[in-house]
């Protein structure tokens, strides 16, 4: 594992051109240092999904540059990008998206050997991997009889076998129930800690804040400060305080709401 | 890239199913008319392969049998067995014309036989007496048992009742068949007294029938003499060369369609894997790999595809000549490797298809929601 | 139906793709057919064109491309003493096989007295021929081999010199060509023998009733003319009628899986859709009713764009091997449309069933 770090300078993004042109990310920075697990989260339409596309070098910046352990990577050809991909780079999607003709074990292979490695020893790596993250008994099943958790977990799998720098994760909890969520949530972070490597987690679910080392908060594109952030107590929602759609003051605590619905509902709940 | 081209593929059993249908069907337009064609012109030169006649003499001009007469004035008998390295001649006579039976007529090549043949006779006897004998005939045992004719009955021939003394086996084609009637009989019918229609020559042992045939056209006036072999492939070449047109435009219209019905199915299927390739793309799979994918998907799809139709047109030769009288299938080995080469086609070519589809993938498109 | 117009609509390569291949199985169908007419009429064509209403054959034939005829000697003679024959125009005729440059055609010879008739009908160059050494040959074969008015063909071994071309008198299977009668006896080394009479009956009287007259003769029978060229075609038809319909039942089942497998794409890739339908409360009906008009969709344009390609087909072969004649019927459109949407009931059971079988609840899972 290369000692990575994924640096991103001044990024913006623009889409389409003249009246219908739109900025989704703002001459943004960040630094990412191996180990450490970045939470980023914002409102929809934020730029997040944006921004993720870019570090994971799935789109390019219309200006500014992404440096991957020093090389830049923003300015590399279109046929480079899939082998930085493979090599560096892990995803994990909300969806999971494995390949659902294949079994656990075969969707991990695959990527292996992509990579390169040989049929026997990429079924083997993909084994141990596997079985690591407890899902011996499910090597040979395929994604249609596994739950959202074991899914989620092949996911996981699937992006650690090539030995990643980076391992990228788009609302990974979003499809699990509570507890899975919190099971796999730590289990990046010690993917992270014990291993070195680092996790980037854009996401809505604030449990997440939990596991990482940085919260950002990214809005209208650009990194805005935390602290002025509260969390809705009914919905669960980050919601800016100065900005709320609804506030509450009840012994001595403001509360601040996602909408006039959940102070609604907070009051229905404090009546009863 | 194998593992997952072959699972894929296997994933959707309709589509799957469809794809192989469609191939084997195409492939089948191609390899059936092929065989029957092959097949009748395996028939076609039956009776000359079987005759026992080394070298076959006939009217100057003439190559052929079937759909040709040949005469030759009665002397030339004698010429032709005067050649050296002739053994034995049979001279018969032959007539394209009917056997009637009861209100059935089969249409019939009229053998006129002279007694004590030693060739041209029936070569597969599989009942009765093998000489037709004075007013004896020996004909076809299917065309016997259509009509529902045995030994004893008696059939018309050239306008006379001959008793049924034999049935031969392997003396029917698509359309006629083959009878067996004694020469005299036959010229008594048929006027023409001193005139026969072929001469059946066996050479001696040890001696080449070629040469055997080089001779008898030098030192026989007026004839065409040919061996077994050249006289069989110029059967065969009749049959040939009528069908060569048509064969062209089958073989044509099945290709498009294998083409048309494999092109299809990769182009939809890849279609559907959309997401999938998208996450492949993300995860750093390159276009190539993808193509791959693709590439075995089509080559496996065609691969059974031509299984398939070779088994079904297998079948076909095992049952129709049960339900049709008189036609039958022959798959040959040329017709095999030009179906092969033709699926190789219907798997490239779609393969070829969806290349813009995945190279213009987008793999941004798995983060953002399908 | 507006789902079933869009769904098909949106994906346009596969729709162009699915169309060409119902298209290609109905033009391959229709060809067939086209091929069977117009063989028929080629066949026949002969016998349509020549004198009488009459054929007298020898005893037991009843063909006139089929078995060899030859009628016992001084036959001519008997019938035209028959009451109610006109005239009996008698022609000596047997197959051959012709070396046209290392090619081997099949031809029917046609020995005729051009006085009396039986000959070519229509001769589009030069003339008939006066002399034993001369010959009339089908145009359409001599173009094939390149060869015309003057030049020489050989005829077992004897070589004649082709004075006149004659039209309509060709098919793929065999060509006819004519010769003088009295030339063909030589040929065959057959001094006055006739292999049929073509007999043309008085004015009034009725031709079945000289036919039965003429039967009463020994060693000859008579049969309507019609009659005849009705047993030419079946004969042919024998001999076709199993790979043509074998080529036809596979062409259709290739427009059948083609159609089926439009339609079931889109069911499958509209899965959601029609969970969604389903939990809004359309009933099974509804939905079985988008699947079949889809089918009857795809199949209808591939049945228009057959028919056009089967015109299309007709006019590349007959132009390229014009001794095909290929004749697609007036009533082609209608048997076109049917057999498509045969294609289309059939390929739209299975997706039918499945969407039959799709539960509501798909919709909600995530």
Known sequence: ?272 | MMRLAVRNLFQNRMRLLISVGGVALALMLILSLDAIVSWIEQRVAAYIEASGADVWVSQEGVRNLHMASSSLPADRVDEVAAVPGVESVTPILYVTNVVAMGEERAIAYIIGLPEGAQAGGPWNLVAGEVDPGPEGAVIDQGIAEKSGIGLGDHVEILGRAFEVVGLSGGTSTFTNSIAFIRGQDFSDLRANPGVVSFVLVRVEGGASATEVATRIEAEVEGVTAQTREAFAAQERQVVRDMSTDLLTIMNSVGFLIGLAVMGLTVYTSTLLRRGEHGVLKALGAQNRDLYLSVGLQALVSVGLGLAVGLAFTLLLGAVVPRLVSNLGLRVSLPSVGKAAIASVVFAVAAALLPIRQIHRLDPAMVFRGK | MLVAHRNLTKEKTRLALSIGGVALAIMLVLILDGFQVGMYQQITSYLEHSPGSVVVAQDGVSNLLGATSLLPPGATSRVQEIEGVAKAVPILSQFVILDLHGKKQPAYLVGYSPELGGGPWEIVEGRQPRTDEEMVFDRVLARRHEIGVGDEVKVIDRTYRIVGLSSGTTSWMTSFFFLRKSAVEDLFRAPGATSFLLVEVQEGKSSEAVRDRISGLQGVEALLKSAMEANDSRLFARFFSAPVRLMAGIAFLIGVLVVGLVIYTATVERQREYGVLKALGARNRVLYGVVVVQAFWAALAGAALGILLAQGARLAIMSARPQFLIILEADMAGRAIVIGLGMGLLAALAPARAVAGLAPAEVFRR
């Open chain 1, 1 to 272: 594992m290369s000692d990575a770090t994924l640096r991103m300078s001044e990024v913006t993004k623009r889409y389409g051109t003249g009246a219908t042109e739109v900025t989704a990310v703002r001459g943004v920075s960040l630094a990412i240092e191996p180990g450490e697990v970045v939470l980023i989260m914002g409102p929809s339409g934020s730029g997040k999904t944006t921004l993720l596309l870019m570090l994971g070098a799935l789109l390019r910046p219309t200006e500014g540059t992404i440096h991957l352990n020093g090389e830049r990577i923003s300015d590399l050809s279109e046929g480079r990008l899939p082998g930085i991909r493979l090599h560096e780079f892990g995803f994990i999607f909300q969806d999971f998206n494995l390949l659902s003709a294949l079994t656990a074990l075969e969707n991990v292979a695959l990527v292996a050997s992509l990579a390169g490695r040989k049929n026997g020893e990429a079924r083997r790596k993909a084994q141990d991997l596997l079985s690591q993250l407890g899902l011996e008994a499910r090597l040979h099943f395929l994604p249609e009889k596994l739950s959202g958790g074991e899914k989620q977990r092949v996911a996981i799998a699937r992006a650690l076998v090539n030995d990643p720098a980076i391992l990228f994760a788009d609302e990974p909890t979003a499809n699990l129930d509570s507890k899975i969520g919190r099971d796999i949530m730590r289990l990046l972070r010690s993917i992270a800690k014990e291993q070195g490597r680092s996790v980037v987690i854009v996401s809505h679910d604030q449990r997440i804040k939990d596991i990482a080392d940085r919260v950002l908060w990214l809005e209208d594109g650009e990194f805005k400060e935390m602290t002025t952030m509260a969390v809705d107590p009914v919905c669960g929602m980050s919601v800016v305080k100065e900005g709320a759609a609804a506030t509450l003051e009840q012994y001595g605590v403001l509360y601040h709401f996602c909408s006039r619905g959940c102070r609604a509902e907070f009051l229905n709940e404090l009546m009863d």
